[in-house]
């Protein structure tokens, strides 16, 4: 597994020079992550955390969809941030948005200095990039509120594009650090009825939107053995 602190320094080394174009870039194949946007139903007096928010382009959209809503993002990568706080301040909404520097394994409402739970906590094509997911998404279950929801976006497991269009994605996202994580769509498909669920055209990429008891998907939804992460 690897460390914490070498994944940041993987993720700065990716996105030292990509953080300039990554906006424009990813528009074209980063698809559900406004659909996702517009199932959150925030309401003003909300709180809803981005882990690996990246650019801050999500958080910026979630802002001027929901007002009064209080957000906060979290990423591995300092490059990144740079490029994500110039936006927020270009935006004018750094009392609305705030962002730290670090790790999914150390999530926690007191580090924004915050005394509740998240409300909301969304991982946009993220996960994928993630070495420890599952503790990921335990991690952000345990710092949502009583009432708080978790929210994915992410690439699928290909399953309907032609073989060879699905091999040649596959190796062109391992280029950039990414592993779709197969095993966790076939986990939320089978628990269909613990959230939203929606899979895009050629299962290229899902979007899910549940209840905090993320625990229970990941503990109790069997997987078929010959069903592992794509990586």
Known sequence: MRRPGSHGVLMDQVYRRQRHIYNFTRRYYLIGRDDLIGRLNLRPGDSAVEIGCGTARNLLAIARRYPGVRLFGLDASAEMLRTAQDDVNRAGLTDRIVLRHGFAETLSPELFCESRGFDA???????????DWRGALARAGATLSDRGS??????????SLPRVAAALLRFWLRHF?????AELLLMLEKASAAGHLRIYPGRYAFSWSGSRDVEWVLANVAVPPQATDIS
Do not use: C, K, N, T
């Not at 906590?121 to 070495?131: D, G, H, K, T």
């Not at 978790?150 to 399953?159: Q, S």
């Not at 650090?177 to 994580?181: D, E, G, M, T």
């Open 177 to 181: 650090h990414v592993a779709p994580r």
């Open 121 to 131: 906590a969304i991982f946009s094509y993220s996960l994928s990039m993630i070495p």
């Open 150 to 159: 978790l929210h994915i976006v992410d690439f699928g497991d290909f399953g």
